[in-house]
T-cell receptor, first 115, second 118 residues
Framework: AQSVTQLGSHVSVSEGALVLLRCNYS??????LFWYVQYPNQGLQLLLK??????LVKGINGFEAEFKKSETSFHLTKPSAHMSDAAEYFC?????????????FGAGTRLFVKA | NAGVTQTPKFQVLKTGQSMTLQCAQD?????MSWYRQDPGMGLRLIHY???????DQGEVPNGYNVSRSTTEDFPLRLLSAAPSQTSVYFC?????????????????FGPGTRLTVL
């Protein structure tokens, strides 16, 4: 069964500092991987996705993630945090074997950005 | 396009009451799903549909019913509300995107319904 584990339910960084949100996946087949962001009182929106075309994936708002098969990881990074990045971030995996329409989400990491 | 819309935004129920959460999408997506979001647990799949007339259970289906009579609509019914169903409910729609020899789905989410069961 597929799963994702997000390390750290809360991460706090200063404005301008590096953002690193960790995600490890478990899948018996090469996975599709996603990062979603949820701003307060809103639904989730897609930040970026890995579909095997390239291991380093660039997304919206300056975020990127690197797929590392040897480490079963898909960590999300941003070189310089902005106050507007404060939100909850979800890593997700979907199984190619089922046609990819079942998406499994991690528990989420809430990012706090200090001025 | 309105995307994925959900009504109501907020609802308070008493234990044992029934209600329907509405979800509609105008993107002609074949797949639709219902998730619940609880603190520290991420999003958990309740039910999903791969097309009109076809539905299946997700991770936490008990206490919920769905139907899909049209491509656009995917209502979620709570048959007899319980306090354990207090949660934020998200509807999502998606379509298959080809990737090499396989495919994946990118989910588009509605704004959510915050449900409290007393």
């Amino acid at each position: 069964a597929q799963s994702v584990t997000q390390l750290g339910s809360h991460v706090s960084v200063s404005e301008g500092a590096l953002v690193l949100l960790r995600c490890n996946y478990s899948s018996s087949v090469p996975p599709y991987l996603f990062w979603y962001v949820q701003y307060p009182n809103q639904g989730l929106q897609l930040l970026l996705k890995y579909t095997s075309a390239a291991t380093l994936v660039k997304g919206i708002n300056g975020f990127e993630a690197e797929f590392k098969k040897s480490e079963t990881s898909f960590h999300l990074t941003k070189p310089s945090a902005h106050m507007s990045d404060a939100a909850e971030y979800f890593c997700a995996v979907s199984d190619r074997g089922t046609g990819g329409f079942k998406t499994i989400f991690g528990a989420g990491t809430r990012l706090f950005v200090k001025a | 396009n309105a995307g994925v819309t959900q009504t109501p935004k907020f609802q308070v129920l008493k234990t044992g009451q029934s209600m329907t959460l509405q979800c509609a999408q105008d993107m002609n997506h074949e797949y639709m799903s219902w998730y619940r979001q609880d603190p520290g647990m991420g999003l958990r799949l309740i039910h999903y549909s791969v097309g009109a007339g076809i539905t299946d259970q997700g991770e936490v289906p008990n206490g919920y019913n769905v139907s899909r009579s049209t491509t656009e609509d995917f209502p979620l019914r709570l048959l007899s509300a319980a306090p354990s169903q207090t949660s934020v409910y998200f509807c999502a729609s998606s379509y298959s995107m080809a990737s090499g020899l396989s495919s994946y789905n990118e989910q588009f989410f509605g704004p959510g319904t915050r449900l409290t069961v007393l």
